[in-house]
């Protein structure tokens, strides 16, 4: 059974530039959920995909967005980066029907200059 | 607004010796808590949850309890053994979708 993966592992930008994160979910998972962790924060909820539809969005902005594919990886773009933006970006998969329990890949650390 | 917190940044302990985490939590509507712990250049791994019909669940070493009055529940590893020493997160989230809301997280250090 494959794990969650990401890709990027690190990431340089500078302000202004945009960003595509990319995620491949656990076998079987259906659902995909995107987290924005902060330095010395607990990881934030940005969005779910599930089936390749938006499924609830946390309070980040518009230029936040993501995309699911019929094969359920997973894409966060973020365009026009912010100082702000630098921040361990994590995704997790889960199968639609347990809601509960979320797998984690090693995410990917956005660095904005 | 910090729905989830987790008060104390850090806790060191003996190896052998009990392992307390707390957490406290302001929305009511929260009704399934889970414990995560990450390793550094690692994702989060899920270590334990509960329901809010219980008061208490154990897997081995470790025993989660829930005080729903109080908005508290707390994580119990016994023995602690440094394999231990993580980022512990406490986490939440409500019956209607998938959104988790974590806490700052603890570092817990085991010594030898």
């Known amino acids: 059974e494959t794990g969650v993966t990401q890709s990027p592992t690190h990431l340089i930008k500078t302000r202004g530039q945009q960003v595509t994160l990319r995620c491949s979910s656990q076998s079987g998972h259906n659902t995909v959920s995107w987290y924005q962790q902060a330095l010395g924060q607990g990881p934030q909820f940005i969005f779910q995909y599930y089936r390749e539809e938006e499924n609830g969005r946390g309070n980040f902005p518009p230029r936040f967005s993501g995309l699911q594919f019929p094969n359920y990886s997973s894409e966060l773009n973020v365009n026009a980066l912010e100082l702000d933006d630098s921040a361990l970006y994590l995704c997790?998969?889960?199968?639609?029907?347990?809601?509960?329990?979320?797998?984690f890949g090693p995410g990917t650390r956005l660095t904005v200059t | 607004d910090q729905q989830v917190k987790q008060n104390s940044p850090s806790l060191s302990v003996q190896e052998g010796r009990i392992s307390i985490l707390n957490c406290d939590y302001t929305?009511?509507?929260?009704?399934?808590f889970l414990w995560y712990k990450k390793y550094p250049a690692e994702g989060p791994t899920f270590l334990i949850s509960i329901s809010s019909i219980k008061d208490k669940n154990e897997d081995g070493r470790f025993t989660v309890f829930l005080n729903k009055s109080a908005k508290h529940l707390s994580l119990h590893i016994v023995p602690s053994q440094p394999g231990d020493s993580a980022v512990y997160f406490c986490a939440a989230n409500t019956g209607a979708n998938s959104k988790l809301t974590f806490g700052k997280g603890i570092t817990l250090s085991v010594r030898p």
């Open positions: 929305n009511s509507m929260f009704d399934y």
């Open positions: 997790a998969s889960s199968l639609g029907e347990v809601r509960y329990e979320q797998y």
